[in-house]
């Protein structure tokens, strides 16, 4: 049976190009109309320190990144050392490492089976050779593509266009390494049939999640952007700082994050869209001024793009721990809107209605995605990343006389004047105060405006209860999971299916105010209950029991980050629980 899906792993240390080389087979895969999802991973060093790319290709629909590499690349063993753990050749995989390495590794050491193939292959000299120094990525490109039957006219088009732009001259020598590698892939044998069968079609968009989120800011009417750069959101900062000018906006790169929420905070009083990006750390920071946002009812939008912590933690690695930050942090009765993202397309979507909400109901929205799926690259249809727009209210003629901005409505906000109308002054900052902005400390008002700014939270919730769920209508195990960990649950349950299980998943997009009634109704349409999160404390878990009571039992698989949750882990769950009694033994 023609094989229908290839993971390729590139490892090796900065400057080797590695990052490149998957960017390259991403494109060329893109541009066949195959669904490609790129990953990537890095150590925290500004400069220099290991990287690893894993690129999965596969003309059918994919969810996640692949688990056991079927080709490695290693250009360095001392650097795939560094990521044991994360990046898991299959015991039949093909193995191309840089003959040269003063490191030693065996097929052993690899957990490799007689099926595997271990191939040395003189990288670096054959780049030499071709006078080409310094381009063994490309001449990797060039043997994996020669001995797995890659379409070479794609794969060298991607590479003319990846370094021609440069000079035509390093254009011209990353083909020759290129051909280099073609040439040295047919002295080895061939494994075209661990290659992929499909057939060309029309080329795919592909972009990361944080590109897919600025971009779905821009598309909300965003157009005020203030950041200061941290991994892993800085790429919202940077496609910002490249196309918001183009389309009449501005983009300030502050000196902290504190000062890039106060700048979002005061344009969005002005009048604009506006919004910040940041990760764990930098929402720290921000949570005073989030609370003016909630205080001043002033729109807002945060994503951040979770990385491992707490503290500086692991900047490049992922990890669904800011859940309780994002929902809970800040002194105060503060209410706020957290939705989250599972995917790129999920990215540039998460982010219009993260606007939509805010405007509407003049609330900070957060949208946390992280690190595996914002700097993820994955293909997707470009006809999809369409989405109704929502602009907030001004108010009218009528409104603005004895205008109260702070109106008490059954719907707990009411439209907001722009500095500079006519009639339209009104008096703001960060103490409680009366409808019309005047500060007051009389409990009854604080009482009353409490429950005004909280009162928002339903309609939200009515409005955009926005949750997908996966397998039967009735099913004999529910995995509840929430964010990026959707792609391998999503595969997980199709494989479960496909095995004749009764597997469903429930993954909220709306994470507070929660989709309660959907939740609930989930629940009862399963016998037992799977609670799945990259968190070593549970947060979910915990989280859900807060406003819910959760089968007695429910079963938990949670862990740290540092490493994205793989198929295979969500496929052990599963299968433990199905297995005849006495042998199960799923995590808790």
């Known amino acids: ?17 590695i990052v490149t080389m998957g960017d390259i087979l991403s494109q060329a895969g893109a541009r066949d109309g195959l669904n490609v999802i790129k990953t990537e991973a890095y150590g925290p060093q500004i400069r220099g320190g290991e990287s690893s790319c894993v690129v999965r290709m596969s003309p059918d629909a994919i969810y996640e990144q692949g688990d056991a590499v079927d080709v490695l690349v290693v250009f360095s063993w001392a650097d795939f050392d560094r990521f044991k753990g994360e990046v898991q050749p299959a015991p039949d995989a093909v193995v191309l490492f840089d003959e040269a390495d003063p490191v030693a590794r065996t097929g052993a050491d690899l957990g490799l089976g007689a099926s595997a193939h271990w191939l040395p292959v003189p990288f670096a000299k054959l780049a030499s050779d071709a006078g080409a120094k310094g381009s063994k990525n490309v001449v990797g490109l060039g043997v994996v593509t020669s001995l797995f039957g890659l379409r070479q006219e794609t794969i060298r088009r991607a590479v003319e266009k990846r370094f021609g732009r440069k000079k035509a001259a390093v254009g011209e ?5 290129f051909d280099a590698g073609l040439a040295h892939g047919t002295t080895l044998a ?13 080329g795919k968009l592909i972009m990361s999640g944080n590109e897919a989120a600025a971009l779905g800011a821009i598309h909300a009417g965003c157009r005020f952007f203030a950041g200061y750069p941290i991994t892993p959101s800085t790429e919202i900062l940077q496609f910002a700082e490249e196309w918001l000018p183009k389309m009449g906006g501005s983009v300030v790169q502050t000196e902290d994050e504190l000062a890039a929420i106060g700048a979002v905070v005061g344009a969005s009083f002005a009048g604009v869209k506006s919004m910040t990006a940041t990760s764990g750390p930098g929402l720290s920071l921000m949570t005073e001024m989030l609370g ?8 807002c939008v945060i994503v951040d793009v979770q990385r491992g912590g707490p503290s500086t933690g692991l900047p490049t690695k992922s990890e669904q721990s800011d859940l309780w930050q994002a929902v809970f942090a800040g002194h105060g009765d503060a209410p706020r809107v957290v939705i989250a993202a599972s995917d790129v397309e999920d990215c540039f979507h998460t982010t219009v209605e993260a606007f939509n909400i805010a405007e509407e109901f003049q609330i900070p929205v957060i949208v ?7 700097q993820r690259r994955e293909t997707l249809d470009p006809d999809r990343l369409v989405h109704e727009v929502i602009d907030r209210a001004i108010p009218t003629a009528a409104e603005l006389v004895d205008y109260r901005r702070y ?9 907001m004047s722009v500095p500079g109308m006519k009639d339209g002054i009104y008096q703001t900052n960060g103490l409680e105060h009366d409808e019309f902005g005047r500060p007051a400390s009389m409990a ?3 009482e009353k405006m409490n429950a005004k700014r909280y009162r928002k939270l339903k309609p939200i919730r009515d409005k955009y209860q926005r949750a997908r769920r996966y397998g039967p209508a009735k099913a004999d195990l529910g995995i509840v999971c929430w964010g990026s960990s959707k792609g391998a649950v999503k595969e997980a349950v199709l494989m479960a299916e496909a095995r004749g299980e009764k597997v469903a998943a429930f993954i909220p997009e709306m994470i507070f105010p929660f989709p309660v009634k959907a939740f609930e109704e989930f629940l009862k349409s399963v016998k037992q209950v799977l609670v799945i999160e990259i968190s070593f404390a ?4 915990k989280y859900l029991r807060t406003f819910t009571t959760l089968p007695q039992n429910t079963l938990i698989f949670k862990r740290s980050g540092g490493k994205n949750l793989t198929i295979s882990e969500v496929d052990d769950q599963i299968r433990r629980y199905f297995a005849p009694s006495g042998e199960q033994k799923v995590s808790a």
């Open 292 to 299: 003016l946002a909630s205080m001043a009812e002033v729109p």
């Open 407 to 415: 109106k008490d409505t059954p719907e707990g906000y009411s439209p």
């Open 1 to 17: 049976m023609p094989k229908r899906d290839i993971t390729i792993a590139m490892v090796g240390a900065g400057g080797d190009g």
């Open 368 to 374: 946390l995605t992280d690190q595996s799926v914002g």
């Open 444 to 446: 009854v008002v604080h």
């Open 173 to 177: 020598l990353a083909l020759k390494a």
């Open 538 to 541: 549970a947060q979910f878990y």
């Open 190 to 202: 061939s494994l075209k049939d661990r290659g992929i069968s499909f057939t060309p079609g029309p």
